[in-house]
C-alpha cells in the first residue's frame, strides 16, 4: 500500500510540475498583459475569457487536491453578470466585476507560486526516485566512461572521482528511495497545501460569503412569505365566501322572508326562524373553525405545547407527546410551528398508513426542535406537491429546516429546528 502510495503520489508529482508549470506560465502571461491592455480598452475584452480559463485551470487543481490527497480548497470567487448581457457595456462590468474581486489577485499569485515553489514540491517526488535509480546505475560503472572523459560528474553533494565515490553516490541513491517510499505522498500534499494558501478564501472572503448567502436565504425567504401570506389571504376570503358569508346571506334572506310571512302565516314563519337560528349557528361554528385555522385559541392562551397536545387528542391515531418547553416562543415563531406539526401529522394520518405516532419537541442551545415519527410505510419524499413544501416555506422564513427519512418501509422520521428564544411562561390561574 505504501509502494503504491509513493508510485502514485510521484506520477502525479512529475504530471503536475510538467503541466502545471505549462499551464501556470501561459495563463500568469495572458493575465498580465491583458490587464495591462485594459487601460487601452482590448484588455475589456480578453480579460473576461482570460480568467475564465485562469478560474476553470484553479477549480482543476482543486479537484485534484482533494482527489489525490484529501486536500479541500473551497473556491471563493463573487458570482459575475451574467453573460447575456452582451455589448461593450456587459463587457466592461464582468471585467470591473473581474478587478475588484480579491479572489483574482489571489489567482495571480498563485500561479506565480505554482509555476516556482509549487514546481519544485511537484518535481521533488520523481527526483527521489530518479536518484534512486541513477546512484546504483553510476556505481554499476556507468562512472567510469564519464570521468574517463573529462566528466565533471556530481551526485547530490558527492563528487564522483572512482568507484569509491560511485558507492557512496548509490548508498545515498538507496537512501532517497527508501525516503521516497515515506515521504513522497507528503511532498504531493504540500504541493496542494501550498496552493490552498492562496486559492482558499481568506476569512474576510468566507464571512463576505456567508453574508451574501445570508442575504439571498433572506430575499428567498420573503418571497416564500409574502406569497404564503397572500395564498393564507386567498384561502380566508374563500372560505368566508364559500361558508360563513353564504349562511349569513341566506340568513338574511330568511329573516326578510319571515318578517313578511309572520302575520299571515306564523307556523311557516316559526318553521324559517328554526332554519336561520340553525344556519347563525353553522355561521357562528365556521368561523370559529376559521378562526382556529389562522391562529388557534389555544395556541395564543396556553402556548405551543398545550396546543400541540390538543391537536395530538384529535388525531385519528394514537400520538405519543413528549415536549419540554421552559418557555414560550414569539407567537409567529409558535404558529409556524404548530402549523408545521399540525401538516406533518395530516401527512401521517392520511398517507403513511401508520398505528403509532411519537411526536418529541424540546427547546436547547437556542433552537427549538420538533421531531415526528410515525412507524408506517414510508417512502415520503419533500418533492412535488407535497404539503411539507409549504411547511420548509413557512419554516425558512425563521431560519428554520426541515430535514426528513423515510426509506421504504419505513419508518418516517421528520425533523424541524427553527432558531428562537424562549421567554418564560406566564403563570397560569387558578
Not at 328554526?274 to 353553522?282: E, G, I, L, M
Request: aromatic residues 6%; contains cysteine.
Amino acid at each position: 500500500m505504501r509502494v503504491r502510495s509513493a508510485l502514485l503520489a510521484t506520477a502525479r508529482g512529475l504530471y503536475l510540475s510538467v503541466v502545471g508549470l505549462a499551464g501556470s506560465i501561459i495563463f500568469f502571461t495572458l493575465a498580465i498583459v491583458s490587464i495591462v491592455l485594459t487601460p487601452l480598452g482590448l484588455g475589456v475584452f480578453t480579460t473576461p475569457v482570460v480568467f475564465k480559463g485562469v478560474r476553470a485551470f484553479a477549480d482543476l487543481r482543486r479537484v485534484q487536491a482533494y482527489t489525490w490527497s484529501g486536500v479541500r480548497i473551497p473556491s471563493p470567487y463573487r458570482p459575475l453578470p451574467a453573460e447575456h448581457s452582451g455589448g461593450v457595456i456587459g463587457q466592461m462590468e464582468r471585467c470591473r466585476a473581474l478587478l475588484k474581486d480579491p479572489a483574482t489577485w489571489r489567482d495571480i499569485a498563485w500561479l506565480l507560486v505554482d509555476m516556482t515553489a509549487g514546481f519544485f514540491l511537484a518535481l521533488l517526488p520523481a527526483v527521489l526516485f530518479l536518484y534512486a535509480l541513477w546512484g546504483p546505475v553510476l556505481a554499476l560503472g556507468v562512472w567510469r566512461p564519464i570521468v574517463n572523459a573529462g566528466g565533471n560528474e556530481w551526485f547530490a553533494f558527492i563528487h564522483i572521482t572512482g568507484q569509491t565515490s560511485a558507492n557512496l553516490a548509490a548508498a545515498l541513491g538507496i537512501c532517497c528511495g527508501v525516503l521516497a517510499f515515506f515521504v513522497n505522498p507528503a511532498l504531493l500534499r504540500g504541493h496542494f497545501t501550498l496552493a490552498m494558501s492562496l486559492l482558499a478564501p481568506t476569512d474576510a472572503a468566507t464571512r463576505e460569503q456567508a453574508l451574501a448567502q445570508r442575504v439571498d436565504r433572506l430575499t428567498e425567504t420573503r418571497h416564500d412569505a409574502l406569497d404564503t401570506s397572500a395564498a393564507e389571504l386567498r384561502r380566508i376570503e374563500r372560505d368566508l365566501h364559500d361558508g360563513a358569508q353564504a349562511r349569513i346571506v341566506a340568513m338574511g334572506m330568511s329573516l326578510g322572508t319571515i318578517e313578511a310571512l309572520i302575520e299571515k302565516d306564523p307556523a311557516q314563519a316559526k318553521k324559517l326562524l328554526a332554519a336561520a337560528r340553525a344556519d347563525s349557528a353553522d355561521a357562528l361554528t365556521e368561523l370559529r373553525d376559521l378562526v382556529r385555522g389562522i391562529h388557534p385559541p389555544v395556541l395564543a392562551e396556553r402556548g405551543l405545547g398545550d396546543a400541540v397536545r390538543a391537536l395530538a387528542l384529535r388525531m385519528s391515531m394514537p400520538v405519543e407527546v413528549d415536549i419540554e418547553l421552559p418557555g414560550r416562543a414569539e407567537e409567529p415563531v409558535e404558529s409556524a410551528a404548530y402549523f408545521a406539526v399540525s401538516e406533518v401529522l395530516t401527512n401521517a394520518a392520511k398517507h403513511s398508513g401508520a398505528e403509532q405516532v411519537w411526536l418529541d419537541i424540546h427547546h436547547t442551545d437556542g433552537m427549538l426542535r420538533i421531531s415526528v415519527t410515525d412507524n408506517g410505510r414510508g417512502g415520503a419524499t419533500t418533492s412535488g406537491g407535497s404539503g411539507l413544501v409549504g411547511v420548509e416555506r413557512r419554516l425558512g422564513t425563521f431560519d428554520g429546516v426541515l430535514a426528513m427519512s423515510s426509506p421504504a418501509g419505513g419508518p418516517t422520521m421528520v425533523t424541524m429546528e427553527i432558531p428562537c428564544s424562549l421567554s418564560p411562561a406566564p403563570a397560569r390561574g387558578r
